[in-house]
């Protein structure tokens, strides 16, 4: 298959990237990496990316920022950081890349164990993640022509532990090479509008 990974220069991207690469054909993008550049953000420039990339069996994104922050300090503007990127940005490469999926084609987004399992100063994430899981649930319901949208729900990777780790305490970490298993299971398995939890 031909595979976009968007976000493939991170964390959980670069683990996906090897996950798939020995079986498939990979094509990445990113802001500020990658063989083809975009911001999610903006959907005028993911509508150019496909058209730069052409035809695709599976468009993966592990790309998505949110605010981390108490609620107590918690603003529209800071919520809105994570709408506009976590949220609109992934759901901008399913409404601009649905028409360039080959039947039977599959997006896999990015969620994440918060929208389940919420910590302290991470309502926005738990926000965008669960609109991020019933997105995927109606989405894959509509789409045409066979295509299938799935989201992976990681708890925090093991090797994002001194970034975030102290905001996981008591939660265990997993190695990203697991839930990048998750991505590949999305992309050569049957499912729709499943959320895998690696958890
Ligand atoms: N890491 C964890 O423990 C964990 C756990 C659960 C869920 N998640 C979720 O997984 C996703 C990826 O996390 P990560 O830790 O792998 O992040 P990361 O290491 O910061 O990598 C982010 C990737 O996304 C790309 N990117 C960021 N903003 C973009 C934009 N506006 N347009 C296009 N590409 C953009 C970056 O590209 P450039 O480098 O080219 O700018 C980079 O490749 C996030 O949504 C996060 O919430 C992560």
Redesign the pocket.
Known sequence: MRILI????????QAVTSALSSQHEIVK??????EFR????DIGKVRSLFKEVGTIDAVVC?????HFGPLATMSAEKLWIGLQ??LM?QINLVLAGQTYLTDGGSFTL?T??LSQIPIREASS?SMVDGALESFVRAAAIELPRGLRINAVS????QE?MDA?GHYFHGYEPVPASRVALAYVRSIEGAQTGEVYKVW
């Open positions: 968007v976000g493939a220069s991170g964390t959980v991207g993008a990113g802001r500020s990496h990658g975009v911001d999610i953000l592990t790309a998505g920022n949110v990127d976590k940005g990015t994440g164990s994430a990681p708890t925090i990777l994002s975030f």
